[in-house]
């Protein structure tokens, strides 16, 4: 379903439409998800709600929130390709991402970021006001190739 249009980009959350290949390509060489397998990609598009930004009918972005659509969510995976990048693209893409219907309401919205504090920043987002409140798990190197 496409949910918003803007002169020069689109942004839709039907899943059909996302190149998985590109979205793998980027993935893998990210610093968050390196060496991420294929099918990882495709397990977690398929439960996630994602968000595809197009123009002239290529892709250029993603996102994905990891949610039960009524109590949190967690955005993850955010990126625009290089070539599109400072155009506002990724604005757009959160912009959308905020209204969209099915995550109004949630309690906690969370993400993980080394360096784009500043873009989450214009959207509410704020450091965490108490971090040793929260626990995790943390498995940088799950997808590490074996030695
Ligand atoms: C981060 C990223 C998604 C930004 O996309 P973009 O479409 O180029 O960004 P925009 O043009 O919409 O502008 C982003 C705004 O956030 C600010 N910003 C803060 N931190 C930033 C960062 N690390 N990278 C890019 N912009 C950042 C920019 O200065 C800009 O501010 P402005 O509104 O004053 O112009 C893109 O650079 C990207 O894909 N980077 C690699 C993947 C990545 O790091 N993803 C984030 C993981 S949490």
């Known amino acids: 379903m496409t949910i918003a249009t803007n002169p020069e980009y689109e942004v839709s959350t039907d899943i059909a439409r996302l190149n998985v290949a590109m979205i793998h390509e980027f ?5 968050w998800a390196r060496n991420i397998p294929l099918s990882v990609v495709e397990k977690s598009i398929r439960h996630s709600l994602c968000f595809g930004v197009y123009r002239a009918g290529q892709q250029v972005g993603f996102a994905r929130v ?20 400072g155009h506002g693209v990724s ?10 219907p099915h995550l109004q309401g949630l309690r906690r919205l969370l993400l993980a970021t080394h360096d784009a ?4 920043a214009q959207f509410g987002f704020q450091a ?13 190197g799950v997808y590490a190739p074996p030695n």
């Open 66 to 85: 990891i949610t039960d659509f009524a109590t949190f969510g967690y955005l993850a995976d955010v990126f625009v390709v290089p070539e599109h990048r």
């Open 117 to 120: 504090h500043g873009l989450y």
């Open 91 to 100: 604005k757009i893409l959160l912009r959308v991402i905020l209204d969209h």
């Open 27 to 31: 993935l893998s060489r990210s610093y």
């Open 128 to 140: 965490l006001v108490s971090p040793a409140d929260f626990m995790s798990i943390h498995r940088p």
